[in-house]
C-alpha cells in the first residue's frame, strides 16, 4: 500500500535553492583557491629553483640524495601548510580525471624542461647553466600551473549541476 504525499511545487523549489547556494559557495571557494593567491605556486618555483641551482653543484651521491630529501621534505611541509589553509575540501569523489591528467601533465612538462635546458646549457660552465636551467623551468612551471589548475576545477561546477539535473528526474 502507497501512501503518497501531496508536494508543493514551491516548496520544493525553495528547498532546491537552499541547498544549492551553499554548494555553489564550495565551488566559488573552490575555484577561488585554485585560481587565487599565487603563493603557494610562486613558493613551489622558487624551491625548485634552488633545488636545480643546487644540482649544478656537481655534489657527491650522498650530497644529491640529502638534497632531494630536503627538496621532498620541504614541499610536503609547503603542501601540507597550504591543505590546512584551505577551508574547503572536497571529497575524493570530487576529483575528475582533469585533477590527474593535469598531474601528469605538470610532471611532463616541468621534467622535460629540465632535460631539454640540461642538454642546451651543456657547453656553459655547470654554475652559470644551471642557474639559466633553474631559471627556465621555474618559468615554465609557473605558466602552466596557473591555467592548468584553473582547467582542471571548472569542471566541477558543472559536474554539481549534472548530478542535481539527473536527482531531479526520479
Do not use: K
Request: hydrophobic share 50%; proline share 4%; charged share 15%.
Amino acid at each position: 500500500m502507497a501512501v503518497s504525499t501531496p508536494v508543493d511545487a514551491e516548496q520544493a523549489w525553495r528547498d532546491l535553492q537552499r541547498i544549492r547556494v551553499p554548494q555553489e559557495r564550495v565551488y566559488d571557494e573552490v575555484e577561488r583557491s585554485a585560481s587565487g593567491g599565487p603563493g603557494a605556486t610562486y613558493s613551489t618555483a622558487a624551491i625548485m629553483w634552488v633545488f636545480l641551482v643546487g644540482m649544478g653543484l656537481e655534489l657527491p651521491t650522498w650530497g644529491v640524495w640529502l638534497a632531494l630529501a630536503g627538496y621532498v621534505a620541504v614541499l610536503g611541509l609547503l603542501a601540507r601548510v597550504h591543505h590546512r589553509r584551505s577551508r574547503v575540501q572536497l571529497h575524493h569523489s570530487r576529483f575528475t580525471w582533469r585533477s590527474f591528467a593535469v598531474f601528469v601533465a605538470a610532471a611532463v612538462v616541468t621534467g622535460g624542461t629540465i632535460l631539454l635546458s640540461g642538454h642546451l646549457v651543456e657547453p656553459l660552465e655547470p654554475m652559470t647553466g644551471s642557474l639559466v636551467r633553474a631559471t627556465v623551468t621555474a618559468a615554465v612551471f609557473v605558466l602552466f600551473v596557473g591555467p592548468a589548475n584553473r582547467w582542471a576545477t571548472g569542471s566541477l561546477r558543472g559536474r554539481g549541476e549534472r548530478a542535481v539535473g539527473e536527482g531531479a528526474g526520479r
